[in-house]
């Protein structure tokens, strides 16, 4: 079934390349690569290592059970009801032991999965990286993994029809139904080439670039304007403030007057 689908992607692109004037398509053997780092080695070998220590002590485990299990049989005909049951008891404890262990160590979230993926990961992180890298820089409309899955690693944005399919979709659910879907076909844009696409890429970031310096001149603006409010707002109160304290104090000196005559007429 996976090479049946590996040549049913490779047909159908075959057949496109031909109706539109060629694609540039590549593929990556992954094993290859993986093979020929250093870090991936290294990981791997040290992955190993805990593998098989972790293999040795399983079978450390289920030999010792395979021994209890043979003791008992040899004594059995010798051993108490209570004594089989109790050997036999034990037996089942450490074969769960054995099984929960087994899983804790290489089970589907098992140690080996779990470190696997952490020591892994970042190195395959970098393929994946470089593969974008070159497809963009070499103009490549598609990147498949040379392997029966035929992953697609990368796939230049002119080729994506996810637009074109939402719209079908929210066509068709609107009720207008297949007589409505030439329509949306015919909206699709021409094949482009990689020159075409990029001019359009760049016309885009330019566009973006303009917006965002619309914005930024917007907020800057809005600033501004808000500092001068703000500045207006405490030059208000900064002379509130004076005309308070000079209230404050007019109303002091006339008191000290009053309080003054009052004390020469006492006197007096």
């Not at 990689?194 to 885009?204: C, F, G, P, R, S």
């Not at 001068?228 to 304290?245: I, N, T, V, Y």
């Amino acid at each position: 079934m996976k090479l049946f689908n590996y040549v049913l992607v490779l047909s159908f692109f075959t057949l496109t390349a031909v109706g539109q004037g060629g694609l540039k398509i590549a593929y990556v053997d992954m094993d290859y690569i993986l093979d020929n780092l250093p870090e991936y080695r290294q990981a791997s070998s040290q992955l190993d290592s805990k593998a098989q220590q972790w293999r040795t002590e399983i079978e450390s485990k289920q030999n010792e059970i395979e021994d209890l299990k043979a003791e008992l049989e040899n004594e059995r005909p010798l051993l108490t009801a209570d004594l089989i049951q109790d050997m036999e008891d034990e037996i089942s404890y450490l074969e769960s032991q054995l099984l929960e262990y087994r899983n804790k160590r290489f089970g589907v979230s098992g140690d080996f999965i779990v470190q696997k993926r952490q020591l892994i990961q970042p190195i395959q992180d970098q393929i994946f990286n470089a593969i974008q890298e070159i497809g963009d820089n070499r103009g490549y409309d598609f990147i498949f993994e040379n392997s029966a899955d035929a992953l697609l690693l990368f796939s230049a944005r002119r080729h994506d029809l996810s637009d074109v399919i939402l719209k079908l979709i929210n066509r068709n659910s609107r009720g207008g139904g297949e007589k409505d879907s030439p329509n949306v076909i015919e909206e699709m844009e021409d094949y482009k080439s990689v020159e075409k696409a990029e001019e359009e890429e760049t016309k885009k970031v330019e566009k973006e670039l303009k917006e965002e310096e619309q914005k930024n001149a917007r907020e800057a603006l809005i600033d501004e304007r808000q500092r001068k409010r703000d500045s207006l707002r405490d030059a208000r109160q900064k002379e509130f403030e004076e005309r308070r304290a000079r209230i404050l104090k007019q109303r002091e000196e006339r008191q000290r007057e009053r309080d003054s005559i009052k004390n020469a007429r006492e006197n007096n």
